[in-house]
Structure formats: structure tokens, C-alpha cells
Nanobody
Framework: QVQLVESGGGLVQPGGSLRLSCAASGFTFSNYALSWVRQAPGKGLEWVSD????????YYADSVKGRFTISRDNVKNTVYLQMTNLKPNDTTVYYC????????????????WGRGTQVTVSS
């Protein structure tokens, strides 16, 4: 049973920082690329970041470049999203997703999702 469990969300002021974590289980974590995707209630889905299986290649949406950093620990089976200089429009639910192996890293296809963690940026 594949499981992706996000944590670390919460309320933060504009310009603040937050670190999200995604604990994975049920598959060989180190063999797959992982993504962070976000979706605000009533809004569309937005891809945020991708990291390959080895953790040495990363991709970011233009909206978060220079502010967010994705990383992974293949021993702990966990992927992280370090968010800095947060803005009000970063407010949404953030999901961890396992990339579809047929398309690979940054392929835009996912086969498993977590339940998400809420991030709220407000003063």
C-alpha cells in the first residue's frame, strides 16, 4: 500500500518560512522521482517542484524559483520543500506526489498523491 503523508503546513506571515515534509512508504522510494503540487480550494492545480530519484536534479515552477528548495533523504524515505519569502498567493493545500515512471521527473504525470497539508500566508 503506497502512502504519501505530508506535514509541516501552518500559518506564517508574508516573508516567513516553512518546511514541508512528505513521508513515503509502500514502494522503493529511492527509485522514483517525487513532486510537490499545490491546489487552492476552487482553483486550478499548479505544479511546484520536482526532484529525481537520486536527488541531484531538481525543477521549479517560475512562481517559486529562488524561494523554494526541494530535497530528499532516501534513507528516511522523505522529500522536503523548504519555502522562504512566502507570499499570500502561496496560500493553498500542498500535495506530495509520486511521479509516473512512464513519464519520469518533470513529466507532468503522477500515480499517487498524499492528502495534503495546508499552508496559509497571512498577516
Amino acid at each position: 500500500q503506497v502512502q504519501l503523508v505530508e506535514s509541516g503546513g501552518g500559518l506564517v506571515q508574508p516573508g516567513g518560512s516553512l518546511r514541508l515534509s512528505c513521508a513515503a512508504s509502500g514502494f522503493t522510494f529511492s527509485n522514483y522521482a517525487l513532486s510537490w503540487v499545490r491546489q487552492a480550494p476552487g482553483k486550478g492545480l499548479e505544479w511546484v517542484s520536482d526532484i529525481n530519484s537520486g536527488g541531484d536534479t531538481t525543477y521549479y515552477a517560475d512562481s517559486v524559483k529562488g524561494r523554494f528548495t526541494i530535497s530528499r533523504d532516501n534513507v528516511k524515505n522523505t522529500v522536503y520543500l523548504q519555502m522562504t519569502n512566502l507570499k499570500p498567493n502561496d496560500t493553498t493545500v500542498y500535495y506530495c506526489a509520486k511521479d509516473d515512471p512512464h513519464t519520469g521527473v518533470a513529466g507532468g504525470a503522477y500515480e499517487y498523491w498524499g492528502r495534503g497539508t495546508q499552508v496559509t500566508v497571512s498577516s
